[in-house]
């Protein structure tokens, strides 16, 4: 059973930093990913960035510039580092993790196993 657990939501003035934390546990393969979608009201939930467990890194186009992923660990403790932060960034923010889904980020139904996620608001 592969476990997530998403941390680091807050309210930040726009132009702020705001850091998530995601770990994730019980992994069984020699492969995984583990990625961050968001959702913001009224919308989909659309894919945020990715990382697998051999150091490959994919963004969406909206945040390539301003969010950064990186990972410690097979098991997998997974920070997005967000900066430059806008009102269009908020949204309830997931953490996603899979053991087969190796073609970029994907879409919902591409990962098997969900945080509940964990809400970033931005606004002055």
């Known amino acids: 059973q592969v476990l997530v657990e998403e941390s680091g939501g807050a309210l930040v003035q726009p132009g702020e930093s705001l850091r998530l934390t995601c770990r994730v546990y019980?992994?069984?393969?020699?492969?995984?990913?583990i990625a961050w979608f968001r959702q913001a009201p009224g919308k989909e939930r659309e894919p945020v960035a990715s990382v697998t467990n051999r150091g490959k890194k994919t963004y969406a186009e909206s945040v390539e510039d301003r969010f950064t992923i990186d990972r410690e660990g097979f098991q997998g403790t997974v920070w997005l580092q967000m900066n430059n932060l806008r009102p269009d960034d908020t949204a309830i923010y997931y953490c996603?993790?899979?053991?087969?889904?190796?073609?970029?980020?994907?879409?919902?139904?591409?990962?098997?196993?969900w945080g509940r996620g964990t809400q970033v608001t931005v606004s002055s």
């Open positions: 996603a993790a899979d053991e087969y889904w190796a073609a970029g980020l994907g879409s919902q139904s591409d990962y098997d196993y």
């Open positions: 019980g992994f069984s393969l020699d492969y995984n990913v």
